[in-house]
């Protein structure tokens, strides 16, 4: 896990030592434990370094294939690195290193373009060929590494966030109005490759991206989701069997690979104590567990301490609680939307970058049980849109859109004003060919795009501000491939998920099994009053949001005088989806570079 960053000029020109320098600033909280630059001609690649696997400086970066020549700058793990570093010994490659980064230089040697499908892991890379002039970079199949680039005139920069960028200078950072309308219809996600910034873009998942050195692109699809039954019809439990098996080589055989102890994050729900439960199964000793909680509000407690000690009692975890009180909450708000790469309304990211802070003092990596709920169905939303018939894109728009066309154009002054970009978007993707029904179109479009840019993205952004490795086995991608051909049916049962309920049983206490759908408790951004609210009405009453001219007044008024009252479908409060947009602009855009 680190932070990568880099340009390739294509106008005869050089890149300038200092933007790199400016960049890589930026990124020394992803990779804390070193840095390097490397400039030639036309290109120029910059790395920080978070040592996880191979501590040693043969494994710093960027990284030269001294019988290529080419050099990477890599971000993330790849789990099947040792089987890979064999496979390609008995082809005749040799190794200086005992990392993963070496890995990926001999597989593209091997394979050239096509080494991305040999990866299993999450990767974001830039690899420049020397002999074809060429820069080939590549995200992993579900995005969990992030890859943002600006094309500007004669040269393509990119970095592990956009902040990099714009410390480098000469972004356009006038706004998109199609992905304005993402972030406030799709609770903030703005599906790749748009972001909010026009000059900002980043590569979608399971693609990869090749420039030329005289400017030529091509993009190019390497993996793709079906969500389709198998040929051969299984029984229950060959299912819940299957995923059983395809769950214990995610969690043990491949996201322990690392040379430094690793932890589990336990919040008490079903997912993360499931993972507990595996690796302890698989032999782990002195096993870290963290925990963090909040103070409660009068309808809300506001930690989930209850269930996560039980996990603890059970497998005698070394376990670390944590107890933040309300009054800090608001405090350090800023720092985590300064961590942000795009704006998140989701109240968990500072309560993940809080932990992060905490847990980054223990340990460097972490598993965490983000996707679970969007691979097994565990959303009570989903439960909504599959009793219902009809039409696809309303069935989901109801059930998960912010707010409607008509009300984002009441939210937004009239100069952001277009098409229903959202609804032209979702309805696209919900009739791709490769899925059996409605609700397999659902499941696998929220894997392969809506996570990617909420949670995901969320937990990627809050660890990595602390310089902490965080992995997601349940979005192992063959994991994700065996769910996804399992009729959604068996995945909605039981309130969702199912099969993981099914494996977790005797496993974990039933009480974390059949407890109600838990979500991040965190009441003093949930609860839209005090000092909260008073910090959002500074924000949206700020010179610098009615000069930005992004909101109509009268629209902001009406959520200001009864906050509570305007929230999504999934339970969101509008008012902060506009004032979160406004402080990340604020904290992040204005003035920047």
Known sequence: MCGICGELRFDGSQPEQAAIDRMLKVLVPRGPDSGDSYLEGALALGHRRLAIIDLSARANQPMLDTETGNRLVFNGTIYNYRAL??????????????????????????WGEQCVEHFHGMFAFALWDVKRRQLFMARDRLGIKP?????????????????????????????????????????????????????????????????????????????????????????????????HVALRTAVDRRRLAADVPVGVLLSGG??????????CEAGQKDLKTFSIGFEDQPEEKGSEFEFSDQVVERYGTEHYKFLIPNDQV?????????????????QDAVAFYLLSERVSQEVKVVQSGQGADEVFGGYFWYHRMAAEKGDYLERFRKHYFDRPHHELLAALEPVWHGLDYTGGLIGERLHREGADSFMDQVLRMDTTMLITDDPVKRVDNMTMAWGLEA??????????????????????????????????????????????????????LKYVRGEFLDFMRDILHSQACRQRGLFQQAYVEQLLAAPERYLTPIMGSKLWHLALLEFWLQRNVDGAG
């Not at 496979?87 to 001999?106: M, N, P, Q």
């Open 270 to 279: 079903l997912d993360s104590s499931l993972l507990v439960a595996m690796l």
């Open 147 to 243: 890859f943002y680039y600006a094309r500007q005139r004669g040269r393509l920069r990119f970095a592990s966030n956009p902040q990099a960028l714009l410390a480098a200078g000469g972004v356009d950072t006038s706004l998109d109005a199609v992905a304005l309308h993402h972030q406030l219809t799709l609770h903030a996600v703005v599906p790749a490759p748009r972001t909010v910034l026009s000059g900002v873009r980043k590569l979608e998942p399971g693609t990869t991206l090749t420039i030329q050195a005289d400017g030529k692109t091509e993009h190019r699809r390497y993996w793709q989701l079906t969500a389709q039954r198998p040929a051969q019809d299984m029984s229950e439990d060959e299912w819940v069997e299957a995923t």
């Open 330 to 346: 608001l405090t350090r708000l800023p720092e985590a939307v300064d961590s942000m790469a795009e704006p998140m309304v989701g």
């Open 85 to 110: 570093r064999d496979d390609l010994r008995k082809r005749g490659h040799s190794f200086t290193s005992d990392g993963d980064s070496e890995v990926i230089l001999k597989s593209y040697a091997e």
């Open 471 to 524: 992995r997601v086995p349940f979005l192992d991608h063959e994991l994700v491939e065996l769910a996804m051909q399992m009729p959604p049916e068996m995945r909605l049962r039981e309130g969702g998920k199912y099969p993981l309920k099914a494996i977790s049983r005797g496993r974990i206490p039933d009480a974390v099994i059949d407890r109600p759908k838990g979500y991040f408790p965190m009441p003093a």
